[in-house]
């Protein structure tokens, strides 16, 4: 559609409405549970607030266009779309990969939830995850893998699965469309959670599925309507205002990551740096080859879990909170969640403050 523009062309463009004159530049949320119906009872697009919403839908296309999908599905947190997405695929019977230094609530949700069914739930770690996928029915992959920043060769993996005609999820949380587009990768659909990144501001919950497959899309929003896992028509508002300016946040949060990842491979205190656009970092080609951006998560190990509390009470800018892709650089202890990591392995997640302030900062607060 607006394939030549530039990303953040593409999403003040995506977060926009048609130009009518005399409407908002940017309509306002349209919170509604029931729409008038007319009496021949011909069904309107808008019946019933769990079945569709004017607001989604403006959120959906703009999330299809960053995608690069023909459709996108908004979802009340990122676990509903990757558990309504799972749902819909999996059978008594097939297996399904996760992976299995991941996103560790995706993982419980397979082995508490799916596993008694009847599903077969094989975890494989990055490097692992096309070998998992040779017998597999369905594939979750994440790549940069959260909280260890390790790369999923994508397209690599789109080919073992299309020769076994299995189905590739890959959940684009933590680099967003901004970073790569998994579609063009050869993925079937992607999963995400707009919480991050996208909304960017700590304040919102929300997630989406993309997709360019009518059967499998259409599935999943069947799926959204019977199961129910809606988001409000407010928070859809929100995510649209959000979206026009993450490619500007974005941006500010990539070059903060380069910049604090140099200064940390050069950093006694640090060890086991981890950012995809280190020339240094083992998945640096992979990234490179797939990723436009390489994102805005840096993952380091300090001596202990001391070390990191000592890091965020020394620090003026750096807050300490989970979750990431807001304007605040935050640092998470990700052992504390029980993520198979050592006591001082800590995820950073970059904000958009000025990089010589935060350079300084975190330079003086490791001491
Ligand atoms: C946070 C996260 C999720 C879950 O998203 P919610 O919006 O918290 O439900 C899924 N996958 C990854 C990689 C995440 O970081």
């Given at each position: ?177 901004f970073g790569q587009r998994p579609l063009s990768l050869g993925a079937d659909l992607v999963v995400a959670s707009a919480t991050k990144g996208l ?40 995510a649209l205002r959000s979206l026009g300016t993450a490619g500007l946040r974005v941006d500010r949060q990539c070059q903060n990551a380069m910049a ?48 990191v509390h000592a890091l965020v009470e020394r620090s003026d800018l750096l807050v300490a909170a989970t979750s990431f892709g807001g304007i605040h ?39």
């Amino acid at each position: 559609m607006d394939g030549h523009y530039g990303d953040s062309t593409r999403s003040v463009k995506a977060s926009g409405a048609p130009a009518v004159a005399g409407e908002p530049v940017t309509p306002p949320p349209v919170p509604a549970a029931a729409y008038h119906l007319s009496v021949d009872e011909a069904a309107p697009i808008d019946f019933y607030g769990r079945a569709s919403n004017p607001t989604w839908r403006r959120l959906e296309s703009a999330l299809a266009e960053l995608e690069g999908a023909t459709s996108a599905c908004a979802f009340g947190s990122g676990m509903a779309a990757i558990t309504s997405t799972l749902r819909v695929l999996l059978r008594p019977g097939m297996k399904l990969v996760v992976p299995a230094d991941g996103y560790y609530q995706t993982r419980r949700y397979a082995t508490e939830s799916l596993a008694p069914l009847g599903i077969t739930i094989v975890e494989a770690v990055a490097d692992g995850m096309c070998a998992a996928a040779a017998d597999a029915d369905v594939v979750l992959a994440e790549s940069p893998v959260n909280p260890t920043l390790d790369v999923v060769d994508l397209h690599r993996l789109a080919s073992v699965c299309r020769g076994r005609g299995s189905v590739l999820v890959v959940d684009n949380t933590a680099a967003t469309p901004f970073g790569q587009r998994p579609l063009s990768l050869g993925a079937d659909l992607v999963v995400a959670s707009a919480t991050k990144g996208l909304s960017g501001h700590s304040d919102l919950v929300l997630g989406y599925v993309a997709g360019s497959r009518p059967d499998l899309m259409a599935g999943v929003e069947r799926e959204r309507l019977l199961a129910g896992a809606i988001l409000g028509p407010f928070e859809a508002w929100l995510a649209l205002r959000s979206l026009g300016t993450a490619g500007l946040r974005v941006d500010r949060q990539c070059q903060n990551a380069m910049a604090v990842a140099l200064m940390l491979r050069g950093h006694p205190a640090a060890r086991g740096v981890r950012y995809p656009g280190l020339p240094q970092d083992p998945a640096h080609e992979v990234a490179t080859i797939q990723m436009k951006r390489y994102g805005g998560l840096v993952a380091v190990e300090l001596a202990d879990a001391a070390a990191v509390h000592a890091l965020v009470e020394r620090s003026d800018l750096l807050v300490a909170a989970t979750s990431f892709g807001g304007i605040h650089t935050s640092v998470d202890r990700r052992a504390r969640w029980g993520d198979p990591v050592s006591p001082g392995f800590a995820r950073l997640s970059m904000g958009i403050e000025d990089t010589d302030d935060l350079l300084a900062d975190i330079e003086e607060a490791l001491g």
